[in-house]
């Protein structure tokens, strides 16, 4: 339902176990290289625990797709097999035409004769136990008398459990000792820190097509971990509940609130605070009656941020990218000239409050707060004029447009020269700056521009010598715009205008390297217009 909102190609959080959205941490992809290496050297008996919903059975499939063709499969996922029957179900997964009424003994007589004939192929045979812990302890015992299969040298027949950690207390006994001296590797899949789930979540997503600033923080990551325990099966529960949360209230601000709903909404929510629990499938349910109609308007809310990511770099810093939620309403003033009413949100209360603008203005507008900026440290570091001029991304929250709410006075509307540069530099500033709302008044509402950096005001020298003299791309098709915030100012830079999503894209995979560095992504010309005029 969500996929489309958020640019999937498909759920990236289902808990049926799907091999193309493996994700190697916390540890898996090691225990994965350890099965393969364990089974190229004919390790006997393997065990692998974890608990429910820890990944087991995704870990299995893996292990059968990395296996080389010379590898035989078989694979028993119902444990509930008895001592009598499952050399016969073995019997029969590989394929032999074996008796009804034949003994133990001929059957066992038959498997060593195929294993015999696969060995003398040089290839190998490997018997998978899903759901260990709860195959009888005498039926473990004949698994075991096969893996005395052997010639001088090899093993004929490797046994793989995986099992919950009661498979660990079933082994413990005195009776099943015989099986536990013969497991020569053992391995456990530990739940996923918060910082593993922050990774798994964005994998995942990026995995699927989401393309744009990263959705999941840490700090949500956090309180995922909380709820799930670090469980694999449970994160992937709550993670698509959440982005359904999302998706109803048709924000693309994942936060807190939407754990605590998808959380109260799950089997293994009782551990959630109270009060949230009617607001997801409420939501939902509202949005089942009216979300169509909303869905199929797409171009009145929906916010295009679809972009490069750090999953073609994986070392790179998270993007605190906060997208513009801003909202024009029109009113009709006593006054004669026209009027408009900017309506922003406080993003730490939440609440809308309005400021008026005069739509007919001629000046660049900013919207500015009474609080002035906080001094900044960090600026763009320039390198002398015979080398490339590179611009450090900044990485504090960008693209911001907020008021302080118990300011309830009009804001200045204007543009204040820049003191720190020549004349000529202001100039051409102001006239860029003019020339892009010219360019933004008159662009088509349906089309995407690609952002392609964000700088302070603090660094305006640099960025306009680096437009100037150093930029890769076509000026004439660079938008510059002011952004106040309530503790500083900053520059944010458009590239060109796009009809459709698809040619946005493609424009974005042939930026030069240089201004990729800066994490460049597609924002939509109606939410510019909504926010920047």
């Given at each position: 339902?969500?996929?489309?909102?958020?640019?999937?190609?498909?759920?990236?959080?289902?808990?049926?176990?799907?091999?193309?959205?493996?994700?190697?941490?916390?540890?898996?992809?090691?225990?994965?290289?350890?099965?393969?290496?364990?089974?190229?050297?004919?390790?006997?008996?393997?065990?692998?625990?974890?608990?429910?919903?820890?990944?087991?059975?995704?870990?299995?499939r893996?292990?059968?797709?990395?296996?080389?063709?010379?590898v035989?499969?078989?694979?028993?996922?119902?444990?509930?097999?008895?001592?009598?029957?499952?050399?016969?179900?073995?019997?029969?997964?590989?394929?032999?035409?074996?008796?009804?009424?034949?003994?133990?003994?001929?059957?066992?007589h038959?498997?060593?004769?195929?294993l015999?004939?696969?060995?003398?192929?040089?290839?190998?045979v490997?018997?998978?136990?899903?759901?260990?812990?709860?195959?009888?302890?005498?039926?473990?015992?004949?698994?075991?008398?096969?893996?005395?299969?052997?010639?001088?040298?090899?093993?004929?027949?490797?046994?793989?459990?995986?099992?919950?950690?009661e498979?660990?207390?079933?082994?413990?006994?005195?009776?099943?000792?015989?099986?536990?001296?013969?497991?020569?590797?053992?391995?456990?899949?530990?739940?996923?820190t918060?910082?593993?789930?922050?990774?798994y979540?964005?994998?995942?997503?990026?995995?699927?097509?989401?393309?744009?600033?990263?959705?999941?923080?840490?700090?949500?990551?956090?309180?995922?971990?909380?709820?799930?325990?670090?469980?694999?099966?449970?994160?992937?529960?709550?993670?698509?509940?959440?982005?359904?949360?999302?998706?109803?209230?048709?924000?693309?601000?994942?936060?807190?609130?939407?754990?605590?709903?998808?959380?109260?909404?799950?089997?293994?929510?009782?551990?959630?605070?109270?009060?949230?629990?009617?607001?997801?499938?409420?939501?939902?349910?509202?949005?089942?009656?009216?979300?169509?109609?909303?869905?199929?308007?797409?171009?009145?809310?929906?916010?295009?941020?679809?972009?490069?990511s750090?999953?073609?770099?994986?070392?790179?810093?998270?993007?605190?990218?906060?997208?513009?939620?801003?909202?024009?309403?029109?009113?009709?003033?006593?006054?004669?000239?026209?009027?408009?009413?900017?309506m922003?949100?406080?993003?730490?209360?939440?609440?809308?409050?309005?400021?008026?603008?005069?739509?007919?203005?001629?000046?660049?507008?900013?919207?500015?707060?009474?609080?002035?900026?906080?001094?900044?440290?960090?600026?763009?570091?320039?390198?002398?004029?015979?080398?490339?001029?590179?611009?450090?991304?900044?990485?504090?929250?960008?693209?911001?447009?907020?008021?302080?709410?118990?300011?309830?006075?009009?804001?200045?509307?204007?543009?204040?020269?820049?003191?720190?540069?020549?004349?000529?530099?202001?100039?051409?500033?102001?006239?860029?700056?003019?020339?892009?709302?010219?360019?933004?008044?008159?662009?088509?509402?349906?089309?995407?521009?690609?952002?392609?950096?964000?700088?302070?005001?603090?660094?305006?020298?640099?960025?306009?010598?680096?437009?100037?003299?150093?930029w890769?791309?076509?000026?004439?098709?660079?938008?510059?715009?002011?952004?106040?915030?309530?503790?500083?100012?900053?520059?944010?830079?458009?590239?060109?205008?796009?009809?459709?999503?698809?040619?946005?894209?493609?424009?974005?995979?042939?930026l030069?390297?240089?201004?990729?560095?800066?994490?460049?992504?597609?924002?939509?010309?109606?939410?510019?217009?909504?926010?920047?005029?």
């Amino acid at each position: 339902m969500y996929e489309q909102y958020f640019g999937l190609e498909r759920p990236p959080f289902k808990i049926t176990p799907d091999t193309s959205l493996f994700y190697d941490g916390g540890k898996r992809g090691d225990i994965l290289g350890a099965l393969v290496y364990a089974v190229d050297r004919g390790e006997g008996i393997v065990k692998v625990v974890g608990e429910v919903g820890s990944g087991k059975t995704m870990l299995c499939r893996m292990l059968q797709l990395k296996l080389p063709s010379s590898v035989e499969i078989i694979y028993i996922a119902n444990p509930s097999v008895s001592a009598q029957d499952i050399l016969f179900v073995i019997a029969h997964e590989l394929g032999l035409s074996v008796n009804k009424e034949a003994s133990k003994h001929e059957v066992m007589h038959q498997l060593q004769d195929y294993l015999l004939q696969r060995h003398m192929e040089d290839k190998q045979v490997v018997l998978f136990v899903e759901e260990a812990q709860g195959m009888p302890l005498d039926t473990l015992e004949e698994i075991r008398l096969l893996s005395n299969l052997e010639t001088d040298q090899n093993k004929l027949l490797q046994i793989i459990l995986f099992g919950q950690p009661e498979l660990d207390e079933n082994l413990a006994q005195k009776s099943i000792r015989q099986l536990r001296e013969r497991i020569t590797h053992n391995f456990e899949l530990s739940p996923l820190t918060p910082d593993e789930i922050h990774l798994y979540l964005n994998f995942r997503m990026r995995e699927v097509g989401y393309t744009g600033p990263e959705l999941i923080d840490l700090g949500l990551a956090r309180k995922i971990e909380v709820y799930s325990n670090g469980l694999l099966r449970r994160i992937n529960i709550i993670a698509d509940k959440i982005l359904l949360s999302a998706f109803a209230e048709g924000t693309h601000n994942l936060s807190p609130k939407h754990v605590v709903a998808a959380v109260n909404d799950s089997s293994f929510g009782s551990s959630a605070p109270k009060g949230a629990r009617p607001s997801l499938w409420i939501t939902a349910s509202m949005l089942l009656i009216a979300g169509f109609s909303l869905f199929y308007s797409q171009h009145y809310w929906l916010p295009v941020i679809i972009g490069q990511s750090g999953i073609d770099n994986p070392g790179s810093k998270d993007q605190n990218i906060v997208r513009i939620e801003a909202e024009i309403t029109e009113n009709k003033p006593q006054s004669v000239e026209p009027q408009s009413e900017i309506m922003v949100r406080n993003v730490e209360t939440g609440e809308d409050v309005s400021i008026p603008e005069k739509t007919e203005q001629p000046i660049i507008e900013s919207i500015t707060s009474n609080s002035k900026p906080e001094s900044e440290s960090v600026t763009p570091e320039v390198q002398d004029s015979d080398s490339k001029t590179e611009l450090s991304a900044v990485t504090e929250p960008a693209a911001i447009i907020q008021t302080d709410v118990a300011d309830k006075e009009q804001k200045t509307l204007s543009v204040v020269p820049s003191t720190d540069l020549t004349g000529d530099d202001n100039q051409w500033l102001n006239g860029r700056l003019l020339d892009s709302r010219n360019w933004l008044v008159g662009a088509d509402r349906d089309s995407v521009s690609i952002q392609v950096m964000v700088r302070r005001k603090s660094a305006t020298k640099d960025l306009v010598s680096y437009l100037r003299n150093e930029w890769p791309m076509d000026l004439d098709r660079t938008y510059l715009f002011e952004v106040k915030t309530k503790n500083q100012s900053m520059y944010r830079v458009f590239y060109s205008e796009f009809s459709s999503l698809a040619n946005g894209q493609s424009e974005l995979k042939r930026l030069p390297e240089s201004v990729k560095v800066n994490q460049p992504y597609l924002q939509s010309v109606y939410r510019m217009q909504e926010a920047l005029l």
